[in-house]
């Protein structure tokens, strides 16, 4: 694996050696980006929109060093709109479409019932997450992807130290339905400012929901795509200018969708915050999985007596604690949510 530590003061992990570290628009954040999809009866595969991964560190209170292989709970992220889309079709699986290291992007499918929403607001905020844990630990993966760190979510607190509102410059990463690639995920990068600060509930189609405002032209394909705040390498605060050696970037949020006037894309974009996706990622029943994994690996790493072992077949491999974990994972069932229409 290899280390970013731009983003947000946290270390962002992927699995191919970095592009250009110093490019204005950091390779890690187009590296987490998955395309979203389905496969019909026929075999035939379609796009439906994008995913990104985020990840917390397996140990809560581990600080690698450049280049160290470290573990992280690894989860799969777009909007639940995308899901309630494929569910229409008639389909009970969403398949993800995934970049390797030969440069082939290849499919992988998940079952809809293994996704996760919102734990008391599942209508209301467009988020749907997939723990993907199984899949991507270990540094012997093929994916040519990374993981955001969740230490690097935008937050309240960022938001009021550092001043960041209308203005502040976004970076959209995702699907782009009439170049997403043949041969592997390409995802294109648009370029926007925060147009609204979510002080009032936004009027969607799935309700009102808690979203900011971006000057940027959301298409289809999009939806689901990663928002990053851009802070870029000088800010001034109070007179005072403040210099980020390789710029500072955050998570924004998730794009939900765009707003219409007679079917034309009036350019504004509607985005979930990064808090919204942060109480999905928190809540009660991912948090006791990984407690529940922790203490797994902790305990196998108790000191025992020596006395003879039954068999070698005893020995406990990094393969099985993987399979374990995946297993600890299916223990939870989400309920699904009506499908709404974006």
Same mark, same amino acid.
């Given at each position: ?31 987490? =980006? ?158 926007? !400012? ?7 509930? =936004? =009027? ?60 034309? !894309? ?77």
């Amino acid at each position: 694996m290899y280390c970013d530590r731009r983003i947000a003061g946290s270390e962002v992990w992927y699995f191919s050696e970095p592009d250009d570290p110093y490019m204005y628009i950091p390779d890690a954040i187009r590296k987490c =980006v998955v395309f979203i999809g389905y496969q019909l009866a026929n075999g035939t595969t379609g796009l439906a929109g994008t995913g990104f991964l985020v990840g917390r560190p397996f140990q809560q209170s581990e600080t690698p060093n450049f280049g160290a292989v470290t573990p992280s709970f690894a989860y799969l992220i777009t909007a639940k709109h995308v899901l309630d889309g494929i569910r229409k079709k008639g389909l009970d699986e969403v398949w993800i479409r995934l970049n390797s290291k030969d440069g082939i992007a290849r499919w992988a499918n998940t079952k809809m019932n293994d996704w996760q929403f919102h734990p008391t607001e599942k209508d209301t905020v467009d988020v749907a997450i997939f723990n993907a844990s199984g899949a991507t630990m270990g540094a012997s993966s093929n994916f040519d992807h990374g993981i955001f760190p969740i230490g690097g979510f935008t937050s309240p607190e960022q938001i009021d130290a550092e001043r960041i509102g209308l203005g502040d410059e976004i970076v959209i990463v995702g699907l782009f339905a009439s170049h997403h690639g043949n041969t592997k995920n390409i995802p294109i990068v648009r370029i926007g !400012n925060i147009a609204a600060m979510p002080e009032e509930k =936004v =009027v969607t189609e799935l309700g009102s929901i808690d979203a900011y405002l971006v000057e940027a032209r959301s298409i289809g394909g999009l939806s689901g795509s990663p928002v990053f705040l851009n802070q870029g390498m000088l800010r001034v605060r109070d007179g005072v200018t403040y210099m980020f050696p390789a710029g500072s970037i955050s998570l924004l949020g998730l794009m939900h969708g765009h707003y219409d006037d007679q079917k034309v !894309n009036m350019g504004i974009g509607i985005v979930v915050p990064a808090a919204k996706i942060l109480e999905v990622l928190n809540q009660e029943a991912i948090l006791k999985i990984e407690n529940e994994s922790r203490e797994f690996d902790k305990a196998q790493k108790m000191p025992t007596m020596d006395i003879v072992a039954d068999s070698e077949e005893n020995t406990f491999t990094e393969q099985d604690f993987e399979r374990s974990l995946r297993k600890v994972s299916r223990r939870i069932q989400p309920s699904q949510s009506d499908a709404e229409k974006k």
